[in-house]
T-cell receptor, first 116, second 116 residues
């Protein structure tokens, strides 16, 4: 169990540029989540995959955001035409399928995005 | 809607002091409640959980009791250590839209600093 890994750890970009983040979940975990965390706040849910199917998207996820999990393993989160308000820590988490309502998530260390 | 409110930090204590971090929640239905911890430079980790009223979650000397009558899930530890210095997040499972699926809703976090 190598844990959830995210790449890159830090990303600095200029406003208007596109960025893409990658998440590798724990290998046997079917569920994968993306959260966003701004300074002094708790993580906010963005989207959720069960295998390759994207089952939920938060209203926070504007049209500029897109997430994929093409083979049900790693996932990517792309932000197009970045804005300064997109600056945040983007967290990925995974969990095994049969958890009922317990939702024990395993989090990665996150990708810190700074939009200049 | 569903929300979690935590006491603001930082909370600064001396080693071996008693810790309480308050958490109250608002939720529809019957949520499960969690405390997650984030140590410096690491991803969030589940600390403890409780899935129904009057349940007590415990781990590493920390405890929290699911109080439905007061909608609270306060975190306590009898004797803190320097190594407990971290950010603590209270969370609950919340139903997403009309699908019945759940995701975690987090509080804003409370930073604990334990001094030797």
């Amino acid at each position: 169990d190598t844990g959830v890994s995210q790449d890159p750890r830090h990303k600095i970009t200029k406003r208007g540029q596109n960025v893409t983040f990658r998440c590798d979940p724990i290998s046997e975990h079917n569920r994968l989540y993306w959260y966003r965390q701004t300074l002094g706040q708790g993580p906010e849910f963005l989207t959720y995959f069960q295998n390759e199917a994207q089952l939920e998207k938060s209203r926070l996820l504007s049209d500029r955001f897109s997430a994929e999990r093409p083979k049900g393993s790693f996932s990517t989160l792309e932000i197009q035409r970045t804005e300064q308000g997109d600056s945040a820590m983007y967290l990925c988490a995974s969990s095994p399928t049969r958890q009922g309502t317990n939702e024990k998530l395993f989090f990665g260390s996150g990708t810190q995005l700074s939009v200049l | 809607g569903n929300s979690v409110t935590q006491m603001e930090g930082p909370v600064t204590l001396s080693e071996e002091a008693f810790l309480t971090i308050n958490c109250t929640y608002t939720a529809t239905g019957y949520p499960s409640l969690f405390w997650y911890v984030q140590y410096p430079g690491e991803g969030l980790q589940l600390l403890l959980k409780a899935t129904k009223a009057d349940d007590k979650g415990s781990n590493k000397g920390f405890e929290a009791t699911y109080r439905k009558e007061t909608t609270s899930f306060h975190l306590e530890k009898g004797s803190v250590q320097v190594s407990d210095s971290a950010v603590y997040f209270c969370a609950l499972t919340a139903i997403l839209g009309d699908t019945g699926r759940r995701a975690l809703t987090f509080g804003s976090g409370t930073r604990l600093q334990v001094q030797p």
